[in-house]
């Protein structure tokens, strides 16, 4: 069965971090393009970060540069987004999706650019709170 679940610790004060993983069961997470979206309350979906399924490119859309990373473990198989320096914009609910279409996540690509439609797989999505 494919699957993919995140999961992290998702409560954290403001300035804090965490960090989101994306656990693949039932495939190779490896051979796809990944990518983390996020919806807040009352927004549309939107692109966060994604890295290529070669590993050797990442995006991260403009309000999360220098702040959130993403990374693969193939041995885990799992994808991870690591998120520091939260700030009052960040809670969402974060879902983790794959790709397999071609120039998903590629060189001449932005995070800005990342559309849900090109994803196939889905997690759950995982709730981030920011909380004093």
């Known amino acids: 069965q494919v699957q993919l679940v995140e999961s992290g610790v998702n409560t954290v004060q403001p300035g804090g971090s965490l960090r989101l993983s994306c656990a693949a069961s039932g495939f190779t997470l490896g051979r796809y393009a990944v990518g983390w979206f996020r919806q807040a309350p009352g927004q549309e979906r939107e692109g966060v970060s994604c890295?290529?399924?070669?590993?050797?490119?990442?995006h991260h859309v403009d309000p999360v540069k220098g702040r959130f990373t993403i990374s693969r473990d193939h041995g885990k198989n799992t994808v991870y987004l690591e998120m520091t320096n939260l700030q009052p914009e960040d809670p969402a609910i974060y879902y983790c999706a794959t790709s397999g279409a071609w120039g998903v996540c590629g060189p001449h690509t932005r995070a800005e650019d990342m559309k849900a439609s090109e994803y196939d797989y889905w997690g759950q999505g995982t709730q981030v709170t920011i909380s004093s």
């Open positions: 890295i290529s399924d070669s590993d050797s490119i990442m």
